[in-house]
């Protein structure tokens, strides 16, 4: 890891590091658009053909019998998992799913004026795609973290993908009772959930993470299919002046252990638990080589100059993971995509079973939204319902507001109502 003071003579090498973090995630995906372009373009035109060429090429599917995995496939491998796996499993489902069903909006009603009423309708998306990588590492959890909440929400129709899917990703369908289950990945799958082909039907939404090709297809495809976001590498923010320097570089190499670009920063006014948390990073990197390699290349401790400066370097990063020291330190946190509070709240956590989505924005986003939720899976449809009594309590207004900018037609159906025709025009 990096460390960097940001004062004295390496005031202005810290400030332009900071610059180029805030700008991160954009040059890796421009790399890749163009392939992606191509597959997704040739998948939307030619259907399964195309869909079942990268399947063969990148997927190793042999045909399209192989496609869809069946019910039966899906029930025997949950029977195949090791009983405590299943019952972690389990856990971590019923935590997910009690914290969407807290998140979940209502439908209300209201009368602010005699004659009116007003109000909102939460529908659900009528179907989800939820793309599962399985990649390094088989990621069940990212199949409860994404169909769960679609669940909740009440979504009829909810689609997993996977590459090559691991066993216990098979186990989490069968536990949540997934119906449809394809075995493709790639920028492939994401086109086919977009515009449909004659073996998957499309979607109304894709959510989930994948590799840079799965990202740049969903940038691809989101003004014709809804996304949620643009997930890239994983991201983690310490920032602490009395936190275990042995804690902190634990879930400093937890996270960056799942990509050589992942990255990892402490933040810190104390030198020398700076100095300690590289020192055990590299302790408890060194039989690690996929954190060794993204701590080397991405890993940075900033020393603040003040505690006022270290939280604003941290809301300045807008990481998709922070910890901080204490809850009094949620009142200055304005960007982070989840939030972990004290040494005892260790980062993994979240990834399983606490019940926040472990699906977060990352590349800085996270100044603009929150992680994925319940909330990606419902439309809030708002209603307006107007009285005789109403319409003339407000129409006039709304009349002159209409004639104001030159609407005459507008204004010509409120009065209408009212019985009068527009003052102009």
């Known amino acids: 890891m990096k460390l960097i003071r940001t004062k004295g003579r390496s005031a202005q090498a810290a400030e332009e590091t900071l610059a180029a973090l805030e700008q991160r ?8 658009l163009p392939a992606a372009r191509r597959i997704v373009t040739d998948v939307r035109k030619r259907g399964d053909r195309a869909l079942l060429n990268y399947a063969a090429k990148f997927d190793g599917l042999a045909g399209i019998d192989a496609l869809r995995v069946t019910p039966k496939e899906m029930a025997a491998a949950w029977k195949a998992i090791d009983p405590e796996l299943r019952e972690a499993l389990t856990v971590s489902a019923k935590q997910i799913r009690n914290f969407a069903q807290r998140q979940l909006p209502k439908s209300w009603s209201d009368s602010p004026v005699k004659g009116l009423k007003t109000g909102q309708l939460v529908r659900p998306l009528g179907s989800v795609g939820c793309y599962v990588p399985s990649g390094r590492h088989p990621l069940p959890s990212t199949l409860l973290m994404t169909a769960i909440p679609a669940q909740v929400a009440g979504v009829r129709r909810i689609v997993a ?100 670009a992942a990255l990892a920063i402490f933040v810190t006014t104390r030198i020398d638990l700076a100095r300690d948390v590289i020192a055990e990073t590299k302790l408890r990197s060194c039989e690690n080589s996929v954190a060794r ?133």
């Open 161 to 260: 993908v996977s590459p090559k899917p691991a066993p216990e990703a098979l186990a989490a369908a069968h536990l949540l009772g997934i119906k449809e289950f394809y075995r493709v990945g790639g920028a492939h799958a994401v086109s086919a959930l977009a515009y449909g082909t004659a073996s998957i039907a499309r979607v109304d939404k894709i959510v989930g993470p994948g590799n840079l090709y799965v990202t740049a297809a969903k940038k691809l495809v989101a003004f014709d299919c809804a996304i949620d976001m643009l997930a890239g590498p994983t991201e983690i923010v310490v920032t602490s002046d009395r936190g275990d320097a042995a804690a902190i570089a634990s879930d400093l190499v937890a996270q960056a252990e799942h990509d050589p």
């Open 25 to 32: 995630g954009g040059a890796a995906l421009d790399e890749v």
């Open 293 to 425: 390699q993204s701590l080397t290349s991405n890993g940075y401790v900033f020393v603040a100059a003040s505690v006022e400066e270290a939280r604003q370097i941290t809301n300045r990063l807008a990481a998709e993971h922070l910890t901080v020291d204490a809850a009094s330190d949620l009142k200055w946190v304005e960007n982070a995509g989840s939030v972990f509070v004290g040494r005892w709240s260790s980062q993994p956590m979240g990834d399983y079973i606490s019940g926040p989505n472990h699906t977060l924005p990352t590349g800085g986003m996270a100044r603009v939204r929150g992680g994925l939720s319940v909330n990606d899976f419902v439309k809030l449809i708002t209603v307006q319902q107007y009285t005789a009594q109403g319409i003339r309590a407000l129409g006039p207004k709304a009349a002159l507001l209409a004639e104001a900018e030159g609407l005459v037609g507008h204004a010509a159906a409120i009065r209408t109502r009212l019985g009068k025709r527009s003052t102009r025009g």
